[in-house]
C-alpha cells in the first residue's frame, strides 16, 4: 500500500532497459521516478549497455543495475527476488527484440527473465522504440498483440524524426506518456 498523494511514491519499480538508441532516455526515468519517491531497480539487456553505462543508471536509481544472469555476485537470483517485491515493471524502450521474446516466453537476459517471473497481477507496461518499419511488421504487431491479450500495457510510440533519420512512428513516448502510464497502472 503506497501513502497517499503520489501514486509512484513508494513503489518498487523495475526498469527494463534494452538495446535502443533511446536507452539514454532511460536514465531521465530512473531520474524521475526516483525523485518522485519510487524505490528503481534497472536491469538492462547486453545490448542496452552498448548505448548507456550502468554507471550512470545506477547513480540515478540509487541501485546497483543487474545487467548479467550469471554474474558471480547474483548467486541469489537477485532478478527472480526482485519480482516477488516489485509493485510494477517498466520496459523503455522496448525493442522489436524484446518484445518478440516476452511474447514468445523466452527468457534470457534479466529483462525478458524478470518480465516472465513477475508475479500474476504485476502491472508489467512496455514503451516501444524502433524504426517505422519495424513496428509496422506483422510479426511486431502480432507480438504486441499477444503481449496485449496477457494484459501487458503498450505505451505507443510517438512519430518524429528517427535516429536513422526518417520521419515517422517509432520513437520513445514522452516521459509525460510514460510516467502517465504508469501511475494509470495503480
Known sequence: MTPKGDPLKGREILLGVTGSIAAHKAA???SALS??????????????KAFIGELTLATLSRRPVISDLFEPSQADVEHIGLTERADAMLVAPATANVLAKMACGI?????????LALKPGTPLLVAPAMNTRMWEHPATR??????????VRVIPPGEGIL?????????????EVILNALEGAF
Do not use: F, W, Y
Open 28 to 30: 531521465d526515468l530512473a
Open 35 to 48: 525523485k518522485r519517491g519510487a524505490a528503481v531497480t534497472v536491469l538492462m539487456t547486453p545490448a542496452a
Open 107 to 115: 527468457a534470457d537476459d534479466p529483462v525478458s527473465t524478470a518480465a
Open 142 to 151: 502480432e507480438n504486441l498483440q499477444r503481449l496485449r491479450d496477457r494484459g
Open 163 to 175: 535516429a536513422c533519420g526518417t520521419v515517422g512512428i517509432g520513437r520513445l513516448a514522452s516521459h
